[in-house]
């Protein structure tokens, strides 16, 4: 391939990158703000309910409710860093990380969160994307993969905490699940 070919690829590949997730993030705050403007914050009721049948659905919607601004604004950066270092490699990666982080994510906390709890946010996709980009390095064994892991964990290494019990109003059921749910992605998408 020559140079000025790759080039228009590159800048492809990027704007579409850039197009899912920032296009990713838009629809969390759209539908955040319709929450808070419409529905005065009642549709935070549709998060996952552990082991309630209806509480199934919050698997689907859990990832897109947050319980206010300031839990909106705490997941964003790390979404889009993360989700952008997921991207680099191939940005088809991106979805299945973010499919698989929301359903094992959503399904383990529905399993084993405490009863009458409503667990919700993009946090669990967060913790996916870091479990990914963490476990590649030792699933390839790449020098780019360790590398990236290694970039990680040096970056978001404190988030590790947030997969232990202990922190009130904090799921650390959606994390530990959806950082499985990532180490999973990273195990299927690996390559020797």
Known sequence: MREADAKPSLLSEAKTQATALFGFVALLWLVEIIDWVIFGGRLDRYGIRPRQLAGLWGI????????????????????????????LRETGDWLVVTVLSALVGGLGTWLIGAANTSHIGASGILFGYFGFLLMRGYF???????????????LYGGIVWGVLPGQPGISWEGHLFGFIGGALAARLLARQ
Request: charged share 5%; glycine share 4%.
């Open 60 to 87: 689907l919607f859990a990832p897109f409710l947050h319980g206010n601004f300031e839990h909106l604004t705490a997941n964003t950066l790390p979404l889009l860093v993360l989700g952008w270092l997921v991207m």
């Open 140 to 154: 390839e064994r790449s020098l780019v993969a360790i590398a990236f892991s290694i970039l990680v964990i040096s």
